[in-house]
């Protein structure tokens, strides 16, 4: 089992930054690719960022360029970085955990954390 808990999410102005962290317990996260998800209130949750255990990464056109995802194996934590903010940023993000290769798909990952709330105000 692995358990997932993000920090870092907060109130910003639009143009801002936030670091988004998800520390794993349970299991080491060097095996494991992980992801990045939001969902926006009515919305459907969607896919963010993802980075596979062999560190190649995947980003939803909405946020490359802004976003960038990372992992720390020897502190078992995932980040992501997230530059030039906009109100379309705002939602629940969510990180979440898969064995095998990355995926941008929901329903691929097993585990999941309790989400942080990111706000961004025009």
């Known amino acids: 089992q692995v358990q997932l808990v993000e920090s870092g999410g907060g109130l910003v102005q639009a143009g801002g930054s936030l670091r988004l962290s998800c520390a794993a317990s349970g299991r080491t996260l060097s095996t494991y690719s992980m992801g990045w998800f939001r969902q926006a209130p009515g919305k459907e949750r969607e896919f963010v960022a993802a980075?596979?255990?062999?560190?190649?990464?995947y980003y939803a056109n909405s946020v490359k360029g802004r976003f960038t995802i990372s992992r720390d194996n020897a502190k078992n934590t995932v980040y992501l970085q997230m530059n030039s903010l906009k109100s379309e940023d705002t939602a629940v993000y969510y990180c979440s955990a898969k064995t095998g290769w990355a995926s941008t798909t929901v329903s691929e990952y097993g585990y999941w954390g309790q989400g942080t709330q990111v706000t961004v105000s025009s």
């Open positions: 980075i596979s255990w062999s560190g190649v990464t």
